[in-house]
């Protein structure tokens, strides 16, 4: 049974940094493609950050200057360092993968994720 358990989340103040993990038991996800997601009430949930391998990432154009997704295969983690955080970031963020290694910006796209990690900015 594949799991993604989500930590880091928490209350930061604007300018401040966080820093998210995921670690996956079930699966190796060594290369497949691994993403980071984050939603807030009455809207659909949102692509952050994308990994495949080590080296390919893409990022949401607001965060792309601020956020860094990394991976660890030793350890079947991936991270997403997030700094110069906004109220706007404020979202519960989520985990996902898929056992692809293409990476997608469609949530109905991966077949694992994480339970959610709240991350509040205050202004």
């Known amino acids: 049974q594949v799991q993604l358990a989500e930590s880091g989340g928490g209350l930061v103040q604007a300018g401040g940094s966080l820093r998210l993990s995921c670690t996956a038991s079930?699966?190796?996800?060594?290369?497949?493609?691994m993403a980071w997601f984050r939603q807030v009430p009455g809207k659909e949930r949102e692509f952050v950050a994308g990994?495949?391998?080590?080296?390919?990432?893409r990022y949401l154009d607001s965060v792309k200057t601020r956020f860094t997704i990394s991976r660890d295969s030793a350890k079947n983690t991936v991270t997403l360092q997030m700094n110069g955080l906004k109220p706007d970031d404020t979202a519960t963020y989520y985990c996902?993968?898929?056992?692809?290694?293409?990476?997608?910006?469609?949530?109905?796209?991966?077949?694992?994720w994480g339970q959610g990690t709240q991350v509040t900015v205050s202004s």
């Open positions: 996902a993968a898929r056992t692809s290694e293409v990476l997608s910006f469609s949530s109905r796209l991966y077949d694992y």
């Open positions: 990994i495949v391998g080590n080296a390919i990432t």
């Open positions: 079930g699966h190796t996800f060594s290369r497949d493609a």
